[in-house]
C-alpha cells in the first residue's frame, strides 16, 4: 500500500501549466493536425477488386474450368479480396467526401462480404439449415440484394453509362440466381454466370480508364460513356 500510494504522488513542479502545454502544441515541429486521405482515388482499388471477385464467379457458376457444385472455390476472392478491397475503398472515398462513391463500393463490399459468408455458412453447416431449405435461403439472399441494387441503379443513372450499365448486369445476375434457387434449373444459373462475366469486363475496362486518367492521359481508353439522366 505504502509502494503504491508513493508511485501515485505527483509533485506540483513537475506539471506544466496550461500555457507551457499551449506552447508546446503551437510551436513549429509540432502540428497542430494531420491531413488524412488528402487525394486520390478509390475506383482505382474498387474496379479492379471487383472484377476480379466477379469472373471468379462467372467463371464458376458457367461452369467453364469445374462444376458449379464446387462454388467454394470462389470464396478467398469473394471473401478476402473483393469483399475487404471494396471496405478498404469505402473508407478511402468516406475519407475524401465522397459520398455517392462511398454508398457504392460500402453496399457492394456488404454484397460480396455476406455472399462469402452465405458459401461458407452453407458449407460448413453453421446455420444449421437443413439441407432441404437450402435453396430457399439461397433465394432470399439472390432476392433481397438484387431489390437493393434496383433501387441503387436509379442514382447511378446519373453517372457515367458503364456504372449503370454494371448494376443492371448485377440486378439481372441476381434475378436469374434466384428463378435457379427456386426452380432448381442449372441452365439459368450457367446463364446468370454469363452476365456476371459481361459486368466483370465492364469493370476491368473502367479500371484501365481510371488508372490511364491517374497516371495523367488526356483522353483514357475505353470511354465509360455519359450520364444517362441529367
Request: net charge neutral.
Amino acid at each position: 500500500m505504502t509502494e503504491t500510494t508513493q508511485s501515485t504522488n505527483v509533485h506540483p513542479e513537475t506539471v506544466p501549466a496550461a500555457h507551457d502545454l499551449r506552447a508546446i502544441v503551437e510551436s513549429p515541429g509540432h502540428p497542430a493536425g494531420v491531413v488524412v486521405g488528402a487525394g486520390g482515388d478509390p475506383l482505382i482499388l474498387a474496379l479492379p477488386i471487383f472484377a476480379v471477385g466477379s469472373l471468379a464467379l462467372g467463371v464458376t457458376l458457367t461452369g467453364l474450368m469445374f462444376p458449379v457444385a464446387s462454388l467454394g472455390a470462389v470464396i478467398p476472392v469473394v471473401l478476402l479480396a473483393t469483399g475487404l478491397g471494396l471496405v478498404m475503398s469505402t473508407i478511402w472515398a468516406a475519407l475524401l467526401g465522397q459520398t455517392m462513391v462511398a454508398g457504392i463500393t460500402g453496399t457492394f463490399g456488404g454484397f460480396w462480404l455476406s455472399f462469402g459468408g452465405l458459401l461458407l455458412g452453407l458449407t460448413h453447416n453453421w446455420f444449421g439449415v437443413d439441407p432441404a431449405a437450402v435453396a430457399p435461403v439461397q433465394e432470399l439472399f439472390f432476392v433481397s440484394w438484387a431489390c437493393l441494387f434496383l433501387f441503387l441503379l436509379v442514382p447511378c443513372l446519373r453517372l457515367p453509362a458503364v456504372y449503370p450499365a454494371i448494376v443492371g448486369l448485377v440486378v439481372a445476375t441476381l434475378a436469374l440466381a434466384a428463378a435457379s434457387a427456386a426452380t432448381g434449373n442449372a441452365t439459368v444459373l450457367k446463364i446468370a454466370g454469363y452476365v456476371t462475366l459481361a459486368f466483370a469486363f465492364l469493370g476491368f475496362s473502367a479500371f484501365v480508364n481510371v488508372g490511364l486518367t491517374a497516371m495523367g492521359a488526356r483522353k483514357p481508353f475505353p470511354p465509360l460513356g455519359r450520364p444517362l439522366m441529367s
